[in-house]
């Protein structure tokens, strides 16, 4: 079962609930843990894993043979990211803005153009007691992360449950995370601003058809009761709450995760897995 860690804005405990869930899940069963979030992964440092090994990835961007090239403009007609731009007698690519779908190529009636790759990231993998650990980190300075977490999801396991940790937002690369997800877990705080962002992120669900339910992160403040009416008005399953607690903050801070300093979380998120895999 593959199941995504999302949220519809950064700093909501996102992350310490996925790496809670895989640390607790992997006393019961072997587990994968995936970092999509690119642009600025970190459950490294609450995972600590070992044995770490890296592989580039590469985006297949055109090249242009002048010597072929009859200027057409076709290229440039068809490129929906406007990466070519067609001279009378020259051919212009910009890398940064090719999503590397090699219509270009394809389409080019003189086959003038070939693919080359450009590195946009590194993929490293590594290993803790029944825990497979994959991450994506995206090359400072380069924009498109979702050809990373693609490459990252075609090393999803196909005999364990699977954890991924989305990027926060409902972006480009949060929908890429979340796409073939059999269930995705929203965490949100119960601000006014929380659940703004909230109900983007379920709006997002519902144009991918996917299920869904929410864990209240810091959920003793006082806008409380208006996660919990949105929830019931959208029969959404609210499966856990987490109170705000200093000694989890502190622990963050330390690089430790919250089922480390507080070892009765540790049932109640194999009790949040067997809930979620019942709308599987």
């Not at 009378?88 to 394809?106: I, K, N, T």
């Not at 009765?264 to 979620?276: D, E, N, S, T, V």
Request: proline share 8%; net charge negative.
């Amino acid at each position: 079962m593959r199941c995504t860690i999302a949220s519809g804005k950064g700093g909501t405990g996102k992350t310490t609930v996925a790496v809670s869930l895989a640390l607790s899940l992997k006393e019961i069963e072997p587990v994968q843990f995936i970092d999509c979030d690119v642009e600025g992964p970190n459950a490294h440092l609450f995972l600590h894993p070992q044995n770490i090994t890296s592989q580039e990835v590469f985006l297949p961007v055109p090249e242009i043979n002048e010597e072929k090239c009859t200027h057409c403009g076709l290229c440039a007609q068809i490129c929906a990211y406007k990466a070519l731009a067609v001279l009378p007698d020259q051919v212009l690519v910009f890398p940064e803005l090719c999503h590397g779908c090699g219509g270009c190529s394809l389409l080019c009636p003189e086959k003038a153009i070939v693919e080359k790759g450009m590195r946009i990231g590194l993929i490293h993998q590594g290993q803790l007691p029944q825990l497979e650990f994959l991450q994506g980190r995206l090359d400072v300075g380069l924009p498109l992360s979702p050809p990373i977490i693609r490459e990252l999801k075609k090393l999803t396991s196909a005999d364990k449950p699977v954890i991924i940790d989305a990027p926060p937002g409902t972006s480009c690369p949060a929908v890429e995370s979340m796409k073939g997800s059999d269930f995705v877990l929203l965490v949100t705080e119960p601000t006014p601003f929380g659940l703004n962002d909230l109900k983007l992120s379920v709006e997002t669900l519902k144009k991918l058809h996917l299920p869904a339910g929410v864990i209240i992160n810091r959920a003793d403040v006082s806008f409380n009761h208006i996660i919990q009416e949105y929830c019931q008005q959208e029969n959404l399953p609210i499966l856990m709450t987490i109170p705000f607690d200093r000694l989890i903050a502190t622990a963050y801070s330390q690089g430790k995760s919250l089922v480390e300093v507080q070892p009765p979380y540790r049932q109640k998120f194999q009790q949040l897995w067997l809930k979620i895999r019942e709308f599987h």
